[in-house]
């Protein structure tokens, strides 16, 4: 029997492609195994979103050569977004191609690239011989390929992918292409079988799930449409996604949120900077007054709603003032947590030739600042949770998440049986916090 490997870098996304690659790979006979097993096939499932992202894989250069001394029969595959930019040259600049040339001169010990989505790539490679079983489109039949996951509880299910949005330092639309939806059917009859299997935290993905588009019985519907629908399932289950453009959270989205059964009140909604002349040479669409506002609304409207939010410092030509703006912003709004990333310079990106470059250490600096005015925030809200009575879903031994999906440490659960128990894995249970810093929580299973 043939060994695999897999390794994953990126979001959500790519770690939903994984658990398909690993259905198919299974399916054809492979067996996965660790990497010190000297597997036959290492599948390298990759992100470019940031250099380092990339970095990480051109450095596997050492361990990809032992592995071939070692296994003369092993094969390295890359699949995920660097494996767009070297197969389709997503960005079509100058730039761009001279980047791609570079990576595929860095990668030599890479024997085949497969590009996200190619289920009939894979299948050929496990089977050159066989005739694909292309019967309908690629693309749907790639939508619908089983996931093999590896938690038993938590399940992600894409809904789109894809993403038009071209905020200028990005790289997904190049390498994920144009936005295209799921079916409806497909996507509400996986979650009903997800539901049925016990599954309890269920994620709806997509790069920008706002925008997703669907139908059913001659109707259109839009994204409140499925969520809503959704979370009609019954069923012992929390339903959550990601991620939203702020420019795209509609109000009927806000009615869904406040009316939801099921849905949790974790919104991860991306801002990226707090100043508009910011917003604006990123191609965000939206001011903060919008964001505020929608800000407000959700507040008001879904209790308990924690919104969480990603950061980009040290855009090109981002001044002090501009930085003091965010810093402001970031106090204002109190997140449940940020996301927080130094911004690097893709080839091929609108923002990727813009002028006044910031420098590393002014980059890093700005870092340390927002992490320090958010761990105070953070400190401060997790605090002010200390007393109150929460249900929790335990993910893991000791372990949960609270309905807002913040992690919580139950307090004797790691000693089972010693008057510790904390339920198990997959369970509900009543907890009343007893601490809370920056980090997170910590409860007491309540009796
Ligand atoms: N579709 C999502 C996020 C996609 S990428 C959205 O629109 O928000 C995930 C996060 O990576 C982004 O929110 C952004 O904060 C960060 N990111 C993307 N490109 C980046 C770059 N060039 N440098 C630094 N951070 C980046
Ligand atoms: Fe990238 Fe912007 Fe699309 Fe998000 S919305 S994936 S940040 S281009
Ligand atoms: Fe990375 Fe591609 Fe996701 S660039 S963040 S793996 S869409």
């Not at 009903?192 to 997703?212: A, C, E, F, H, K």
């Not at 308990?304 to 410092?313: A, H, K, P, S, Y």
Request: aromatic share 8%; net charge positive.
């Amino acid at each position: 029997m043939q060994t695999f490997h897999i390794k994953t870098w990126g979001c959500q996304m790519n770690y939903a492609d994984t658990e398909k690659i690993r259905y198919i790979l299974c399916s054809g006979g492979y067996r996965e195994v660790s990497f010190r097993e000297n597997p036959d096939l290492v599948i390298l499932n990759t992100c470019s979103v940031r250099q380092r992202a990339e970095d990480k894989v051109l450095g596997l250069s050492h361990a990809m050569r032992s592995l071939k001394n070692n296994n003369p029969r092993a094969r390295v595959v890359l699949t995920g977004c660097m494996a767009q930019r070297l197969v389709r040259n997503g960005c079509n600049e100058h730039e761009d191609a001279k980047y791609t040339r570079s990576l595929a001169r860095r990668l030599p010990w890479v024997d085949l690239v497969i590009p996200i989505g190619d289920r009939t790539g894979w299948e050929v490679m496990i089977n050159e011989s066989i005739v694909p079983e292309s019967a309908g489109d690629a693309q749907v039949l790639y939508d619908n390929c089983p996931q093999e996951r590896s938690d038993r509880i938590r399940a992600n299910v894409p809904i789109s992918k894809g993403c038009n949005n071209f905020c200028t330092y990005c790289i997904v639309p190049f390498t994920r292409g144009r936005e295209v939806s799921r079916s409806y059917t497909a996507i509400f009859n996986e979650v009903t079988d997800l539901v049925l299997r016990q599954y309890r935290l269920i994620t709806l993905l997509g790069q920008n799930v706002n925008s997703w588009r669907g139908g059913k019985d001659g109707c259109s519907l839009s994204f409140p449409d499925l969520l809503r629908a959704v979370d009609q399932i019954d069923g012992l289950y929390w339903l959550s996604f990601l991620t939203s453009h702020p420019k795209d959270f509609s109000p009927e989205l806000v009615d869904v949120l406040a009316d939801g059964r099921h849905i949790s009140p974790y919104v991860n909604l991306p801002v990226q900077s707090g100043s508009d002349t910011v917003l604006a040479r990123m191609n965000r669409k939206y001011t903060t007054r919008d964001y505020r506002k929608l800000a407000e609304n959700l507040r008001k409207r879904v209790p308990g709603v924690r919104l969480c939010t990603d950061i980009i410092v040290g855009f090109p030509g981002e001044t002090e003032m501009e930085f003091n703006e965010t810093v402001s912003f970031i106090k204002k709004m109190q997140f449940g947590m940020i996301y927080l990333a130094k911004y690097s310079p893709r080839p091929g990106t609108a923002a990727f030739s813009l002028p006044d470059s910031i420098p590393e250490e002014e980059i890093e600096r700005r870092r340390r600042i927002v992490e320090d005015v958010q761990s105070s925030i953070m400190k401060k809200r997790n605090s002010a949770r200390v007393g109150s009575a929460v249900q929790v879903l335990m993910t893991g031994h000791g372990r949960g998440l609270t309905f807002d999906l913040t992690e919580i440490t139950i307090e004797g659960g790691e000693d089972e049986g010693k008057g510790g128990h904390s339920g198990e894995v997959g369970s509900f249970i009543n907890v009343v916090v007893t601490e809370g810093s920056a980090g997170g929580l910590r409860g007491m299973v309540a009796v």
